[in-house]
């Protein structure tokens, strides 16, 4: 089974930018799609940003135009650029991988968004 290990969290202020990295033990060609969700305190969790094998991108409107999804199939890993962020933004990001309706999860990075 893939196991997914994010990194890149961190505490950033407002207008600020972080890149999340989702290393993977194993081919991420393996899964239909990669991604990143998020879950911020006291809430539901939330979809960020999604890349298929074939390399199509999806946001949703929330992220879209200031985050980025990107892959690097050599190392097996998928990357979420964020720029302009927001305190809104604040939460766990998880990566993702993807088949049907079955879910592999990392166990996430926090990303703090001061004001």
């Known amino acids: 089974q893939v196991q997914f290990v994010e990194s890149g969290g961190g505490l950033v202020q407002a207008g600020g930018s972080l890149r999340l990295s989702c290393a993977a033990s194993?081919?991420?060609?393996?899964?239909?799609?990669i991604g990143w969700y998020r879950q911020p305190p006291g809430k539901q969790r939330e979809w960020v940003a999604a890349?298929?094998?074939?390399?199509?991108?999806d946001y949703p409107d929330s992220v879209k135009g200031r985050f980025t999804i990107s892959r690097d199939n050599a190392k097996n890993t998928v990357y979420l650029q964020m720029n302009s962020l927001k305190p809104e933004d604040t939460a766990v990001y998880l990566c993702y991988g993807r088949n049907e309706d079955v879910y592999q999860w990392g166990q996430g990075t926090q990303v703090t968004v001061s004001a």
């Open positions: 194993g081919s991420t060609f393996s899964f239909n799609s």
């Open positions: 890349i298929t094998r074939g390399g199509l991108t």
